[in-house]
């Protein structure tokens, strides 16, 4: 028996990489098969230097034919594999020559493991070398945790979950991660196990990179998505809901009404808070797109998170001009204190979040204030928004981003709701504490508080403009270490998971209690009624 089976794909435009070739036939372990996929139409086959490559060892099994897609393609790999591990060698990518030895050694170390990823090196057209590290698994439910290209999965658990689900055309890897996730560990090795050869950013999209300032993963960082193929959205929707079911925590309940004791007033309609930290440039762009508003029953609580630029100087003379302007000094730079400390010292019904260097459009309190009066059973409303530059222009590649993506299951994987988010200020203090100072104080905290109020309360979505978002070089987004994005956002999700498991045994017991609940038999009422 084999040792280990790598796949190669090749696919219509590729040629077979030799060096990738040679890099799995000189292993350091012997026990090697190699299965070349050949999925090019028949006239991108005819290549005489490939196929004296694909007959130059008797461990290169060939196989010309057509899938209909990379789930049955690797369903077909496990089906004529001759080893108990399945390794990916996706086009690109150069093993090290002790990549398959480490790979069975790691499997065998760790018996719960399904899939092994690692570090890698990536090298560009130019030849430049940079090494890619990867974060440990951490169970994450969103498709956004990095996997790298090549991975390595344990055959028996691929068997156990039914192997890749075909009904996948897009994301069948996501799936199944997914279910292998219900079961058994994910595996990082750390160290560079092999080189990929990546792609450029080319066309429009590389000067709109550029109007991002983005450094995230995908082609447009954290904008990737909004460019993804409508039919993958749909399915990566799809497999996160499977998973929620699998595991308990998909949510069917109605959700509740916000409700206040009877006759209660609030001294403004709206507290619009602003944190603020070296924001000189932009704070008060911020402060008059609040002040020329259609609606005008609001507060702005501007909270100054030490800044040592002249932002608390620019908005005192704010404060000098407008009454509904206030000013909270705090010397600590951490995102969720400051909103908390702002959250106590307003005075609205509602909050609405502004970021100092973002802009509201006129009518944005207009349209939230109506759609939350409107709807009992919204604690959030959410809006559309679009993205600015440096000087407040549009950038219109993008357009207007909705979210439509979004509901209370599928929020389990999406990022967020999207902005803007007016609350009820006394519900998210009251009922769930406020933002989450300890595990959240820099990111994450209002994804976090929002998975929580969809847990029974909706969130609804408002269909207008309400927000600008700025884009510029020193956007906190921008210079967030990136493990503590993945990290925090994975955490969010992971406690959501079992929040919801929870709840849902919760329902079932009661309903349980109801359906068991043994009825009145018709003698004792008779007999009750003759009394």
């Known amino acids: ?93 150069v093993f090290n020559k002790d990549a398959a030895e480490i790979y069975q050694n790691t499997f065998i170390q760790n018996p719960k493991t399904a899939m092994i990823y690692s570090h890698y090196v990536d090298i560009n057209n130019e030849g430049k070398e940079t090494k890619v590290e990867l974060y440990p698994d951490e169970h994450d439910t969103s498709e956004n945790w990095e996997y790298g290209f090549a991975k390595a999965y344990r055959i028996e658990y691929l068997d156990y979950i039914g192997r890749f689900d075909e009904s996948f055309n897009h994301v069948e890897d996501y799936d199944v991660r997914l279910c292998l996730d219900d079961y058994f560990d994910m595996t990082l090795v750390p160290e560079v196990m092999y080189q990929y050869n990546s792609k450029p950013v080319e066309g429009p999209n590389k000067a709109l990179t550029a109007k991002l300032h983005t450094k995230e993963a995908g082609k447009l960082g954290a904008f990737t998505y909004l460019f993804e193929d409508k039919d993958k959205s749909l399915e990566l929707e799809r497999a996160c809901k499977n998973m929620l079911r699998r595991r308990g925590a998909y949510l069917y309940r109605d959700n509740e009404e916000v409700t206040y004791p009877k006759g209660k007033k609030f001294p403004v309609m709206v507290s619009v808070i602003i944190p603020c930290f070296n924001r000189a440039d932009y704070i008060g762009k911020a402060l008059d797109s609040v002040l020329r508003q259609t609606y005008q029953n609001f507060e702005i609580v501007v909270v100054d998170n030490g800044s040592t630029d002249s932002s608390i100087e620019v908005v005192e003379k704010y404060c000098k001009k407008y009454k509904q302007i206030h000013l909270i000094k705090n010397k600590i730079n951490i995102i969720s204190v400051s909103l908390n400390k702002g959250l106590k010292g307003a005075k609205g019904k509602y909050y609405a979040q502004l970021d100092s260097d973002d ?65 009820h200020r006394e519900i998210i203090l009251k009922e769930f504490g406020g933002f989450d100072e300890k595990d959240f104080g820099s990111f994450g905290e209002d994804y976090d508080l929002n998975l929580r109020i969809s847990e029974k309360y909706d969130i609804g979505r408002v269909h207008a403009v309400c927000y600008y978002y700025r884009r510029h070089a020193n956007n906190t987004d921008v210079i967030r270490d990136p493990y503590m994005k993945f990290h925090n956002k994975a955490l969010t999700r992971a406690r959501a998971l079992v929040r919801r498991q ?21 003698a004792a009422v008779k007999k009750a009624a003759k009394k």
């Open 1 to 93: 028996m084999q040792k280990a089976t790598i796949v190669m794909p090749l696919k219509s435009g590729q040629l077979a990489h030799e060096k990738a070739i040679l890099s799995i036939l000189q292993q350091s372990i012997d026990e090697i098969e190699l299965l070349i996929l050949d999925t090019r139409p028949e006239n991108e086959r005819k290549n005489a230097k490939e196929a004296k490559l694909f007959k130059s060892n008797p461990r290169i099994y060939y196989f010309a034919r057509q899938f209909k897609n990379n789930a049955e393609m690797m369903n077909f790999a496990i089906e004529v594999a001759k080893s108990a591990y399945l390794i990916v060698n996706p086009y690109g990518v």
């Open 502 to 522: 929870k709840l849902n045994m919760e329902l079932e017991k009661q309903r349980d209690e109801m359906i068991n609940k043994k009825p009145v038999k018709k």
């Open 359 to 423: 802009e509201y459009a006129p009518d944005c309190l207009e349209n939230m204030v109506n759609f939350l009066e409107s709807h009992p059973k919204c604690c959030v409303a959410v809006s559309y928004y679009q993205l600015i530059d440096e000087n407040s222009k549009l950038i219109p590649e993008l357009g207007t981003i909705e979210h439509l993506e979004y509901d209370r299951n599928n929020i389990m994987r999406v990022g967020g709701a999207g902005a803007l988010r007016c609350y």
